[in-house]
């Protein structure tokens, strides 16, 4: 693997908050502190916006926070962080409280709850470096389900969101159902919270893709009546099809 050798303009880690919180050291300063939600929220977090792009308004789904969740943050990226900065060759997405551990050799996320525990994490440029390839999508170690993703999923959720799910990518994405059925029905492993770090080509398709697919379930679906946990549908469903994503590649 050949080792990259990247400034701070060229990788660019989106951390998603919707509070004032405290983030790791970042000395690289490769870590974009992101406001999901910005549009609805009546707090200003004195951060990047997911709706605007200096300052002023920008193509964005800030508004659709309660149901996307951190995909606010991931759409407004799609869209926008190759103007502020145009060299950019990685972009991932972090939580306010989860971040790869990049000393590990999986990769887990690590889940700070303390002010103490975030002032011992330290995120370089160094220690992502090595782990950087042309081609691959870095994740988070997997978790183990006690059954397949798709008995998980329609237990915590709504089976009928996951049926019409499972059609639009039968009648519209066919290539990837292979890899659909495969994860959803015959392993129990998944990789949760849509973190990930990818070549920004790599995104680019990935975002293409993944929003093309939620678009067209967003339009099948009415969440009106649904509770707050059982809104952020979208969002749940993104870590699913980001793993199938990464299997068909």
Not at 197 to 209: G, Q, R, S, T
Request: charged share 25%; glycine share 2%.
């Amino acid at each position: 693997m050949q080792k990259k050798t990247l400034n701070k303009d060229e990788i660019k880690i989106l951390v998603c908050c919707h509070k004032k919180a405290e983030l790791p050291n970042d000395p690289d300063e490769i870590l974009l502190p992101i406001q999901v939600g910005a549009a609805i929220s009546d707090i200003d977090l004195d951060m990047q916006h997911d709706d605007k792009i200096n300052n002023k308004k920008c193509d964005n789904i800030s508004n659709k926070n309660q149901s996307y969740c951190e995909l606010t943050a991931l759409y407004w990226s799609w869209k926008n962080i190759e103007k502020i900065y145009p060299n950019i060759k990685y972009i991932g997405l972090f939580h306010y409280r989860r971040f790869m551990n990049f000393k590990s050799k999986t990769l887990f996320p690590k889940e700070y709850r303390s002010i103490s525990d975030i002032e011992k994490y330290n995120i370089s440029i160094k220690d992502i470096e090595e782990k950087l390839t042309d081609n691959v999508i870095l994740l988070p170690k997997q978790d183990n389900l006690i059954f397949p993703p798709k008995i998980q999923y329609c237990i915590n959720h709504y089976s009928d969101d996951f049926y019409k799910l499972d059609n639009i990518i039968k009648n519209n994405y066919n290539e990837y159902y292979h890899c659909f059925d495969y994860f959803f029905n015959k392993t129990n492993k998944i990789n949760f919270y849509n973190m990930a770090i990818m070549p920004i080509e790599i995104f680019k398709d990935y975002c293409e893709w993944l929003f093309s697919i939620l678009t067209k379930l967003e339009n099948e679906t009415n969440i009106e009546n649904y509770s707050p946990v059982q809104k952020r549908l979208y969002g749940y469903i993104a870590e699913r099809l980001l793993n199938v994503y990464c299997l068909y590649m």
